[in-house]
């Protein structure tokens, strides 16, 4: 086993460990020389996210990858396109197209509420 197997995972993770602990330690940092000038602590307050709508997006999502599957297999079948730029084109293009359809209809949903 070379070195180098070992100490890239370990450069990897210590890279991600050292970026969070330095944001968490500034974001800490700031927000107490803040409530020192007299802020208000419920700015630091966070907003709790609605996962009420993951299920829609995720199935989005699914339906998107399966048409963009079936849309580069026709690519394939009837034009000359390649297929290992069919496939991933129409995967990203249709799941995109139904991200975005899925934000429209959430973003109805937030101002019908």
Known sequence: MHAGEILIPLIVFASIFAVIYVFLNTRNKERMAMIEKG?????FATKKKSFRNITLKIGMLAVGIGVGILMGSILDSYTTID??????SMIFLFGGLFLVGNAFIEKKEQTDD
């Open 39 to 43: 802020a208000d602590a419920s700015l």
């Open 83 to 88: 297929e290992e730029v069919a496939y991933p």
